[in-house]
């Protein structure tokens, strides 16, 4: 989440808008959808545990979750890394 009271050069100075996923924006849409792919395949588990039919395979649905939960970290990381930034800067009080 990017101040806008700041003038867009000390931003791009350290470095938060070179890169697209290190937007504070893009990091929080990463994490809903990895949380929807989550869910979607905690379902899906849960439709094969009970004995529904489902024509999904069970290994394949838990690498899915290792995969969502992973990329919902990266992206906590990430968002942590630029709030640190500000406020170790003192750009944020």
């Not at 849409?29 to 024509?55: M, P």
Request: hydrophobic share 40%; net charge negative.
């Amino acid at each position: 989440m990017e101040p806008t009271a700041y003038d867009g050069s000390i931003l791009g100075m350290l470095a938060i808008d070179s890169d697209p996923f290190r937007n504070g924006t893009d990091c929080c849409c990463i994490v809903h959808t990895n949380a929807g792919r989550y869910k979607q395949a905690l379902n899906e588990l849960n439709a094969i545990n009970r004995g529904w039919f489902s024509d999904s395979e069970p290994s394949i649905l838990m690498e899915e979750l290792e995969d969502c939960c992973r990329n919902i970290l990266r992206a906590g990381y990430r968002m942590a890394e630029i709030s640190a930034k500000l406020y170790v800067l003192g750009m944020v009080g």
